[in-house]
């Protein structure tokens, strides 16, 4: 839990932070003399809730905890360890991938709310420093459209991220060959189709929650 969330915290709070401030420029740039600029923490709140927090933050995540297990595991497959554990009687897929995978069903929730909670903080801060909007007209505007089943919704597509970032590490970890190159090669494919499985992990819980 350790490695899969705590040290997973100060990059996802690195994308979240620009994130929010970014979103809160355009937004502005986008309502000028269109739209109430309080609109701003609207669209903040709304759109780090319930996709760009849990998504960036699960792709970005894919590249750092994916990629690790993957070599972890791969390497252990190319020298020997995991036959030496089978030889030894122990289950490898419970002693080697299924702490892994609760790990990343437990903290992949906890390192998207820090990193929502971040995003908006960053989105409010901006908005006092460049937008000239008060914090009673941000949080007027991220009070407007907020619903709590928001925030569920976004742990929810987390926690199946995390399952998925974390199995799919492991799926290539086990399945390496080849020696260092393969360890490459399976690094490489664990980012790649975790990365693909949390967009489409994100439009069917889009398509059947919402």
Known sequence: ?????????????????FT??????QASYTFTGTVPLYFVGALVGKTIILELGPVL?????????????AAELGTMRVTEQIDALESLGYDPIAYLVVPRMLAGFLMFPVVVALAITMGIAA?????????????????RGLRLFFLSWDVQFALIKSATFGLTVTGVGAFFGFTTTGGAQGVGIATTRAVVISSMAILALDAFWAATLL
């Open 57 to 69: 933050t699960g792709l970005a995540l894919s590249g750092r905890v994916g990629a690790n297990i």
């Open 1 to 17: 839990m350790s490695a899969v969330g705590v040290a997973s915290v100060p990059i996802a709070l690195f994308i979240a932070a």
């Open 20 to 25: 929010g401030i970014v979103l809160a420029i």
């Open 123 to 139: 989105g409010w801060a901006t908005s006092l420093s460049l937008l000239d909007l008060s914090t009673p007209q941000f949080v």
